[in-house]
């Protein structure tokens, strides 16, 4: 049985950084943020070439172990065949083990740069299949979801499968994310996290969680409210005693800020107003970025122009 074909054409596929959780959203809730890493991927005759600048050029594999590569290979198998040969370049901005998402943007630009170069791709891995196959990959819908789709999403698991729906943020909502210089390892950070809670904790976070999507979404005012959390944060203290200190001085002044996924990065919620003056609540050692939010999500892009 014949393999699939190829386009000689390279591709260059735009993956945007991403927050999970957002205080209360364990595992369900994350924010596509405007802050980019770009993949080119190209048939080639034979091998495996991977170019890779900016984060991570100096500690990333270049061969089958790097994640954009196995995320190409998962889905080509699931499209019918490998090509022959690959090349790979990444232009990578989004920081690494900084709960930023970086992971899932290296999945999702793989899966989308195997489908983008097979024709018939599309109809072969629906954007449901993708999302479930970016799931099976990272372990988790949280991040892929809002990779793909931009926006805030909800992600969930259906009978096994993963789903997800998007919702568009408030337009006011300007994200200010904290930055350590040191990485802290998700495995590390869920190891914290104990079996059983209270159970009057989870009732807190259940309604915090349902507040949050209003105040995303519509009301933002609520926000600082909406982003408490009791489920994961302040046990993931002794992993990063600094981010947590962040945090509460942050929502000391009023700000609403969680730990960005598994952390360290603290994200802070904001307005045009606010922005540059919560961003000066860093200290030695972060640093301040001011983001916008991403509303398309994973896309393919002309290999020329824009950025």
């Known amino acids: 049985m014949a393999g699939p074909a190829f386009r000689a054409a390279a591709v260059r596929v735009r993956v945007p950084a991403t ?10 809730f994350g924010l596509a943020l405007g802050l980019y890493d770009d993949v080119v991927v190209r048939v080639a005759d034979s091998g495996l070439h991977v170019d890779i600048a900016g984060e991570g050029a100096d500690t990333l594999a270049r061969d089958e172990k790097h994640l954009v ?8 198998d699931l499209l019918g065949g490998q090509p022959r040969g690959l090349e790979v370049v990444c232009a990578n901005r989004i ?40 799931t099976e990959i990272e372990g988790h819908p949280d ?26 943020p408030a337009q006011s909502l300007v994200p200010v994310v904290f930055v350590p210089a040191d990485p802290v390892l998700t495995e590390t950070a869920r190891g914290l996290l104990p079996r059983t809670v209270p159970h009057v904790d989870a009732a807190a976070n259940a309604g915090r969680a349902a507040l949050l ?25 002794p992993a990063m005693p600094e981010t947590l200190s962040l945090v509460n001085r942050l929502r000391g002044e009023g700000v609403p800020a969680v730990v960005s996924g598994a952390g360290p990065t603290v ?18 050692g972060w640093a301040a970025h001011r983001l916008s939010l991403d509303a398309a999500g994973a896309c393919v892009l002309p290999l020329a122009g824009g950025q």
């Not at 590569?69 to 080509?76: D, E, I, K, Q, W």
């Open 69 to 76: 590569v196995r995320s190409l290979r998962t889905a080509f």
């Open 19 to 28: 927050s999970a959780n957002l205080g209360p959203g364990f595992d369900a």
């Open 213 to 237: 999507v209003e105040a995303l979404t519509r009301r933002p005012e609520l926000l600082l409210p909406a982003t408490e959390d009791r489920l994961h944060q302040e046990y993931r203290t």
């Open 95 to 134: 920081p690494h083990g900084r709960g930023l998402g970086s992971s899932s943007a290296a999945i999702c630009a793989g899966i989308i740069a195997a489908r983008a170069v097979t024709i018939g791709g599309a109809s072969a891995l629906d954007d449901t299949a993708l999302l479930e196959l970016a």
């Open 143 to 168: 991040n892929v979801a809002a990779c793909l789709l931009g926006g805030f999403t909800v992600a969930w698991s259906e009978g096994g499968a993963a789903r997800a729906i998007r919702m568009d």
């Open 267 to 284: 994200l802070a919620l904001t307005d045009e107003g606010a922005a540059d003056k919560v961003s000066r609540h860093a200290g030695e």
